[in-house]
């Protein structure tokens, strides 16, 4: 497991732990610590012996979640003579989103010349030169990629899945009224971090090949945020704005400060988050039912600390200004 100390990595790793897999780490150690039961071996992927010693190993699988295209280069380069296969964890971002219902073969994004993503304005750009190395490294026979969509579920440190249960559960209005974009015709695609763990283990045992989109069902937004308000028993009012209304009053889309997560301006993002799903489940991606999802992260979020500042979302003040003032 190239990572394993952070969100995604660590479920890998469990996953495949649980499953009575023999697991290594491979990482600084910086964003935490890995696994109980996985053995941990620090390297800094961009200093250039990294991989001398887990080189000298064999190996059945390796999984990658980095979106640096030269630690990706160096490191299927220096390990395909020893592991058998390469499972990398690529993004939806890699393709264009402008193809309704867009299966694998959508137009990739230039791939990243440079070995450095300099910042998450080319992730997408990074993500497919990333892809491109590991096939270049092991061949499309044994490489699997995936492109996650949005991932969800306990311990989105993005904060961005466990905003809405949240906000229903903790209402910022004394009057329970909650705040929500007017946006019936925009989709929603989440997949449960566990879910897409799994698959990536399971993926591995079955020594699947290919590339495949990583995505939820498509739900309208609507859809998706009554579920999130049954997950928290929410029964107050919904004060519903529209897009033009939230952008003027500097309420931004998808993430970061002061954002409603989910949301995204249209018809830009229209395609965003209705992927075809179809190989991925015929690949035996198991999908476990939203509401389950999002009462989890709820729950999560609850022991987290509700109270803490977040990466997304708005806080309850700029909420409760918001409403006073729409
Ligand atoms: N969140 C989403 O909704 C979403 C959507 C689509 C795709 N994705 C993809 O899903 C994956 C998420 O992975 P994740 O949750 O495990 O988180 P991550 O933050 O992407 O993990 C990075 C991992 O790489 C390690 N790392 C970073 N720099 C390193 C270095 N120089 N040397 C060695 N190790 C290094 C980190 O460990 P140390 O810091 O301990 O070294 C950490 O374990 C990523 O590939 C992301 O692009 C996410």
Same mark, same amino acid.
């Given at each position: 497991?190239?990572?394993?100390?952070?969100?995604?990595?660590?479920?890998?790793?469990? #996953?495949?732990?649980?499953?009575?897999?023999?697991?290594?780490?491979?990482?600084?150690?910086?964003?935490?610590? !890995?696994?109980?039961?996985?053995?941990?071996?620090?390297?800094?992927?961009?200093?250039?012996?990294?991989?001398?010693?887990?080189?000298?190993?064999?190996?059945?699988?390796?999984?990658?979640?980095?979106?640096?295209?030269?630690?990706?280069?160096?490191?299927?380069?220096?390990?395909?003579?020893? #592991?058998?296969?390469?499972?990398?964890?690529?993004? *939806?971002?890699?393709?264009?989103?402008?193809?309704?219902?867009?299966?694998?073969?959508?137009?990739?994004?230039?791939?990243?010349?440079?070995?450095?993503?300099?910042?998450?304005?080319?992730?997408?750009?990074?993500?497919?030169? *990333?892809?491109?190395?590991?096939?270049?490294?092991?061949?499309?026979?044994?490489?699997?990629?995936?492109?996650?969509?949005?991932?969800?579920?306990?311990?989105?440190?993005?904060?961005?899945?466990?905003?809405?249960?949240?906000?229903?559960?903790?209402?910022?209005?004394?009057?329970?009224?909650?705040?929500?974009?007017?946006?019936?015709?925009?989709?929603?695609?989440?997949?449960?971090?566990?879910?897409?763990?799994?698959?990536? !283990?399971?993926?591995?045992?079955?020594?699947?090949?290919?590339?495949? $989109?990583?995505?939820?069902?498509?739900?309208?937004?609507? #859809?998706?945020?009554?579920?999130?308000?049954?997950?928290?028993?929410?029964?107050?009012?919904?004060?519903?704005?529209?897009?033009?209304?939230?952008?003027?009053?500097?309420? $931004?889309?998808?993430?970061?400060?002061?954002?409603?997560?989910?949301?995204?301006?249209?018809?830009?993002? #229209? *395609?965003?988050?209705?992927?075809? $799903?179809?190989?991925?489940?015929?690949?035996?991606?198991?999908?476990?039912?939203?509401?389950?999802?999002?009462?989890?992260?709820?729950?999560?979020?609850?022991?987290?600390?509700?109270?803490?500042?977040?990466?997304?979302?708005?806080?309850?003040?700029?909420?409760?200004?918001?409403?006073?003032?729409?």
């Amino acid at each position: 497991m190239l990572g394993g100390t952070a969100w995604l990595g660590g479920k890998i790793t469990t #996953a495949a732990l649980r499953l009575g897999h023999d697991v290594t780490a491979l990482a600084r150690g910086e964003s935490g610590p !890995v696994p109980d039961g996985a053995a941990f071996f620090r390297a800094d992927r961009d200093s250039p012996d990294a991989y001398a010693a887990v080189g000298r190993q064999s190996w059945d699988a390796v999984v990658d979640v980095s979106s640096q295209p030269g630690q990706v280069r160096r490191a299927a380069e220096a390990l395909a003579g020893c #592991a058998r296969r390469y499972i990398f964890v690529s993004s *939806c971002s890699v393709a264009d989103h402008d193809i309704p219902g867009a299966d694998e073969s959508a137009p990739l994004l230039p791939a990243l010349e440079a070995d450095v993503m300099a910042s998450m304005e080319t992730y997408g750009e990074a993500k497919a030169a *990333c892809e491109q190395h590991v096939l270049d490294a092991f061949g499309p026979g044994r490489a699997f990629i995936a492109r996650p969509g949005l991932i969800a579920g306990p311990g989105d440190v993005s904060d961005r899945t466990g905003y809405w249960p949240l906000r229903f559960a903790r209402p910022a209005s004394p009057d329970g009224s909650v705040l929500v974009p007017d946006a019936p015709e925009l989709a929603t695609q989440v997949i449960d971090v566990r879910d897409l763990a799994a698959w990536l !283990v399971g993926a591995a045992e079955r020594k699947v090949s290919g590339t495949f $989109n990583a995505v939820g069902e498509p739900m309208m937004l609507p #859809a998706h945020l009554e579920r999130a308000r049954q997950a928290a028993g929410h029964t107050g009012p919904l004060v519903s704005v529209e897009p033009q209304r939230l952008a003027d009053a500097g309420v $931004n889309y998808w993430s970061g400060e002061r954002s409603l997560p989910l949301w995204l301006p249209l018809p830009e993002y #229209a *395609c965003f988050a209705s992927r075809d $799903n179809g190989a991925a489940v015929a690949a035996g991606l198991k999908l476990r039912p939203l509401a389950e999802t999002l009462a989890d992260v709820l729950a999560w979020e609850q022991t987290a600390g509700p109270d803490r500042e977040r990466k997304a979302g708005l806080t309850a003040q700029e909420e409760r200004e918001l409403l006073a003032a729409i």
